[in-house]
């Protein structure tokens, strides 16, 4: 047999101690796939002496992670510390330069760096792999990287954070509020005592940014992948949204538009006729549309030990055969730099919900304002009456221009008797 994949394991949290568990348990199985064995021969983290539940002694403990770059009995750097800049960044950097291979699952550093990160990579014929980057257990990397090479990709779209569609399920199978959902999560665990990062769509952003660099053969662009979270969703909004046949979900879309790529994350109705539309929970999925293969679709958990550990070992694996992969499908060389499609030029159908004092009258200047912007209206839906008082009235578009439709909430927004600024969500046809 050949020589072992010596690894060094930067980061031993939940993922850390998965992939070490995995690579023990399924030591003799990595063998024979492999042809050699997979060998955590370091580890590094913050604390020593925490009892992780796991015997790592075997490994050399390194206080700073960074010494694994300069080990010249490591093969292949795994860096699960996190954040998209200090440590994690200098160690991949310090451990390409030195040539080798690093497998990460950190989306934040690589939705910023990855372009750079990828060159270094190539100038030092090493991988860069990150599999367990975007949602985790599901293979997607592999799947556009190499199941779907034939395709020209059209459009790839996701539910790509757990967090917030645990959240949408939970609201919509209780009726329960954001913000009450929200604490329930953060009590049992399932979200961050900061969700910011989940709850505001940038998670989704990162993982998106790698996405459209891998269906589209693009830079990766970070910066111009617009986000909206789900914070400003009502319990309301799902009702209503399930009256019209339509759930809501945070979906991270990539499109390839007659004025460029779109890279966009925010909450969508999407049609209950849809396979995305059922997943549901925790869970994660990606659909990618090529044109050959029409529409295909992954499902899987996106988070947690053992989905995250998968991930990552499918690229010790990769590197253990020998298999190596330009980073984004391409060389870095023959990425290009497409251009960005605004939001204001996006086409869509639109739900809007505006509370309104139900007084008779209000739904004219409604409706004359976006006659005026050229907002042709699908339907609009009161449920009772209440004289006086303020009331929701939900209106749907057909088709328009975003930069029309959002002219026309900004002027409804300051009519008098409409008593907060409308809420608008785009109806995404899937
Ligand atoms: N926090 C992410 C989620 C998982 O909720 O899906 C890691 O990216």
Redesign the pocket.
């Known amino acids: 047999m050949a020589e072992a994949l010596r690894i060094g394991l930067a980061g031993l949290g939940n993922v850390g101690a998965g992939v070490f568990k995995l690579l023990e348990e399924h030591s003799e199985l990595m063998a024979s796939r492999c042809g050699r064995s997979l060998e955590v021969v370091a580890v590094s983290a913050r604390d020593r002496s925490r009892d992780r539940g796991f015997d790592f002694t075997n490994a050399r403990w390194c206080d700073d992670p960074r010494s694994l770059a300069e080990d010249g009995n490591i093969d292949v750097v795994v860096e699960l510390i996190g954040g998209s800049d200090g440590v994690a960044l200098q160690l991949v950097e310090d451990a390409l330069a030195s040539g080798k291979n690093v497998v990460t699952a950190n989306?934040a550093m690589l939705a910023l760096h990855g372009t750079r990160l990828a060159s270094k990579a190539e100038e030092s014929g090493v991988g860069l792999a990150y599999e367990a980057?975007v949602a985790?257990g599901i293979p997607i990397v592999k799947s556009l990287r190499e199941g779907l090479a034939g395709n020209r990709i059209e459009r790839v779209y996701g539910i790509?954070?757990?967090?917030?569609?645990?959240i949408l399920t939970a609201m919509e199978e209780s009726g329960r509020e954001f913000d009450d959902v929200l604490s329930e999560a953060q009590s049992l665990g399932y979200?961050?005592a900061d969700p910011s990062?989940?709850i505001d769509g940038i998670?989704?952003a990162h993982?998106l940014a790698l996405l459209t660099s891998l269906a589209f053969g693009r830079f990766v662009e970070f910066d111009t992948v617009y986000t909206e979270g789900i914070r400003q969703v009502g319990a309301i909004d799902i009702d209503f949204a399930r009256e019209l046949g339509f759930r809501i979900k945070l979906l991270a879309i990539a499109r390839a538009t007659a004025n460029g790529i779109e890279q966009r994350v925010h909450p969508c109705l999407i049609s209950t006729d849809t396979p995305i539309a059922h997943v549901q929970g925790?869970f994660?999925a990606v659909v990618a549309e090529g044109d050959y293969v029409d529409r295909t679709m992954y499902e899987g958990r996106?988070?947690g030990e053992g989905p995250?550990a998968s991930a990552v070992v499918a690229d010790l694996v990769d590197l253990a055969r020998g298999d190596l992969l330009p980073t984004f499908g391409v060389p870095v060389q023959k990425l290009e730099s497409t251009p960005s499609a605004t939001m204001e030029e996006h086409e869509s159908a639109y739900y809007v919900r505006l509370m309104v004092v139900d007084k008779p009258g209000v739904m004219a200047d409604v409706a004359a304002i976006l006659r005026d912007e050229n907002v042709s209206l699908e339907s609009v839906l009161q449920r009772g009456r209440d004289p006086g008082e303020v009331v929701p009235v939900i209106l749907t578009t057909h088709v328009t221009v975003e930069a029309g439709m959002r002219r026309a909430l900004q002027q409804i927004g300051e009519l008098e008797l409409v008593v907060e600024s409308p809420l608008m969500i785009r109806v995404e046809d899937l």
Do not use: I, Q
């Open positions: 989306k980057a985790g790509l954070n757990g967090t917030c569609n645990y979200a961050e990062f989940d998670d989704a993982k925790v994660n996106g988070a995250t």
